[in-house]
């Protein structure tokens, strides 16, 4: 029996100009998932559009799928870095109403470049188990640190990270039934505001 092929782990930068490079490869990454969507991105073409050996491409992203997710994960943090949905409280004083909003304004940020989003959704999906080599704990993750900070006080409780780990799942599922047209955005965003609510109300 053929043994499964082994994906190896990404590296990680190691200097400023390694994480400057690391960028130039997900912004590359991004406006050709953009423009051609991700069946037609070819690994070269991004190593040629972010100036890089291919080997260096591979070496910080070991497959298409990989790359992609971290591209979402890249728009989450410059989303959620660049100010869009307002300073984070210490305490937020309506939990529910802030996450909602948080997560209604990220899916209209990531909505807002159609082929891009169809990308980072299909490499959600495309040989998940074989091409991504790193698990993680979404609470861990920018989103989740965001939606814990917007719960408050009950933010360092293990159910407070079930509640977060429950809204990712619930904003993602939304988000892609939204992408396919499944529902219209406007259905999705009632469904996230009624989700937050039942989910993130103290």
């Not at 053929?2 to 400057?20: C, D, K, L």
């Amino acid at each position: 029996m053929a043994r499964p092929v082994e994906v190896r782990r990404p590296a990680t930068p190691a200097s400023s100009g390694q994480a400057v490079r690391r960028v130039r490869i997900l912004r590359a990454a991004a406006e050709l998932g953009a423009r051609e969507g991700l069946a037609r991105v070819q690994m070269h073409d991004v190593a040629k559009g972010a100036g890089v050996a291919i080997a260096t491409l591979y070496r910080y992203f070991p497959s298409k799928p990989y790359l992609f997710l971290s591209v979402l994960e890249w728009h989450i943090e410059q989303f959620l870095g660049d100010g869009a949905t307002g300073p984070v409280p210490q305490e937020a004083t309506d939990p529910a109403t802030e996450v909602a909003e948080t997560l209604v304004a990220l899916s209209g940020k990531l909505l807002g470049s159609p082929l891009l989003a169809s990308a980072v959704a299909l490499s959600s999906f495309t040989e998940y188990a074989s091409a991504v080599p790193t698990r993680f704990d979404i609470v861990a993750r920018p989103l989740g640190q965001r939606l814990l900070c917007l719960l408050g006080s009950r933010a360092d409780t293990e159910t407070a990270h079930s509640r977060v780990r429950l809204l990712v799942y619930s904003w993602w599922g939304l988000f892609v039934a939204m992408l396919t047209e499944e529902i219209s955005t406007a259905e999705g965003e009632a469904a996230l505001r009624l989700a937050a609510r039942l989910i993130a109300a103290r």
